[in-house]
């Protein structure tokens, strides 16, 4: 089974600063998705970024940016000039695409990495 | 275009009382999944229903169930509440639930007294 370590509990950056979320995973599969997804109070999780495991290149969404190591089974997610708004829980999710049932619609998530944004 | 819609946001309950928690998806969505987030567990996949059929499940005792309409909407049901099932029920829906991301409700809140 496949699991996603998130180590930091919690997280903070001063308004306009960067700041790094870290994430882990364990597989034995080659192919498959990751997601950093984000919950503000309102409860809602939002995506912010989806790598895919064959793609060597690394996602970016305009201030959100990752580093994917396959090899060393890390996903870490950078926020730069970070804002307000940026405040929320945020959430490592891996999907596989191995064939079979047990991929469909089935996120693993972390447990999470409360980020704080200071003025 | 609307998106991922929830109801009832709130709800309480009493043990051994049973629940239906209801999720339409975004329309043109067909996989709809159900998860289930508590402070100590985090978020844990319960199911996933496309097309009307269930094709995955999560490691839930059978108190917990689902279905799916053909119009994609998708509803969750708890019977016999105990207090552990106190948590935010979620719902995410995306037009395969394989290749194309999920897209997650605001949940529904279910406490139970």
């Known amino acids: 089974a496949q699991t996603v370590t998130q180590s930091q509990p919690e997280m903070s950056v001063q308004e306009a600063e960067t700041v790094t979320l870290s994430c882990t995973y364990d597989t034995s599969e080659s192919d498959y998705y990751l997601f950093w997804y984000k919950q503000p109070p309102s409860r809602q999780m939002i995506l912010v970024i989806r790598?895919?495991?064959?793609?060597?290149q690394n996602a970016t969404e305009n201030r959100f940016s990752v580093n994917f190591q396959k090899a060393a089974k890390s996903f870490s997610l950078k926020i730069s000039d970070s804002q307000l708004g940026d405040a929320a829980m945020y959430f490592c999710?891996?999907?596989?695409?191995?064939?079979?049932?047990?991929?469909?619609?089935?996120?693993?998530f972390g447990q999470g990495t409360i980020l704080t944004v200071h003025p | 275009k609307a998106g991922v819609t929830q109801t009832p946001r709130y709800l309480i309950k009493t043990r051994g009382q049973q629940v239906t928690l209801s999720c339409s998806p975004i329309s043109g969505h067909r996989s709809v999944s159900w998860y289930q987030q508590t402070p100590g567990q985090g978020l844990q996949f319960l199911f996933e229903y496309f097309s009307e059929t269930q094709r995955n499940k999560g490691n839930f005792p059978g108190r917990f169930s689902g279905r799916q309409f053909s119009n994609s909407r998708s509803e969750m049901n708890v019977s016999t509440l105990e207090l552990g099932d106190s948590a935010l029920y979620l719902c995410?829906?995306?037009?395969?639930?394989?290749?194309?991301?999920?897209?997650f409700g605001d949940g529904t809140r279910l406490s139970i007294l």
């Open positions: 790598q895919e495991a064959y793609k060597q």
């Open positions: 999710a891996y999907r596989s695409l191995t064939a079979g049932g047990t991929s469909y619609g089935k996120l693993t």
């Open positions: 995410a829906s995306s037009l395969d639930g394989r290749y194309q991301p999920q897209h």
